[in-house]
């Protein structure tokens, strides 16, 4: 069972909607991650939050915007997103940001479907 | 920069043969490395993990070790399952690295037939 948990498991959405996805855990982790991944590639970083705060931004466009609005949530707004934004999105915790030697643990996901 | 190379799949095995998916690391200083499995329609499961050089991880029979002379930690397994099938990646972490940013190979497909 994983200790992280994301909602919606699959989400559709038009160019236009706005909608969110959600992350929690209760492991009393201080670092969150959002991931983008695509069909049989490695995920890619998106952000960081290092103690609720923003710590890395991978340069990504404005449509997704994160939100940490405690130390066992985590949220992503999506809006006026786009077909190629189709992917699946998880969510990842770590006890610290550093040290490096502890892993990271990973939510099942949310499959996005942008029509 | 730092990077993960894992052997190309898809990788196709029968029941209970031996199994070694390769991977090399470049990096600067002293990594910590993981394997990590995901099962179709899953996220990522941490397989094991090994945090200085020598160091042997081992779960549900995989094991790794971390080779620091040839910067390797290749995954095997003595007698994969069907069960196995998945896809495994196999990740860095450094010290000092962007908020502990994870450095994914590419994955290596893993099919296992009865």
């Known amino acids: 069972d994983t200790e992280v948990t994301q909602t919606p498991k699959h989400l559709v959405m038009g160019m236009t909607n706005k909608k969110s996805l959600k992350c929690e855990q209760h492991m009393g982790h201080r670092a969150m991650y959002w991931y983008k991944q695509k069909a049989k590639k490695p995920p890619e970083l998106m952000f960081v939050y290092s103690y609720e705060k923003l710590s890395i931004n991978e340069s990504v466009p404005s449509r997704f915007s994160p939100e940490c609005p405690n130390s066992s949530l985590l949220n992503l707004h999506l809006h006026a997103l786009q077909p190629e934004d189709s992917a699946l999105y998880l969510c990842?915790?770590?006890?610290?940001?550093?040290?490096?030697?502890?892993?990271?643990?990973f939510g099942d996901g949310t499959r996005l479907s942008i029509l | 920069g730092d990077s993960v190379t894992q052997m190309e799949g898809p990788v196709t095995l029968s029941e209970e043969a031996f199994l070694t998916i390769n991977c090399t690391y470049t990096a600067t200083g002293y990594p910590s490395l993981f394997w990590y499995v995901q099962y179709p329609g899953e996220g990522l499961q941490l397989l094991l993990k090994a945090t200085k050089a020598d160091d042997k991880g081992s779960n549900k029979g995989f094991e790794a070790t971390y080779r620091k002379e040839t910067t390797s930690f290749h995954l095997e397994k003595g007698s994969v399952q069907v069960s196995d099938s998945a896809v495994y990646f196999c990740a860095l972490r450094k010290p000092g690295n962007q908020g502990g940013k994870l450095i994914f190979g590419q994955g290596t497909e893993l099919s296992v037939k009865p």
């Open positions: 990842a915790s770590s006890q610290e940001p550093q040290p490096s030697n502890q892993p990271q643990h």
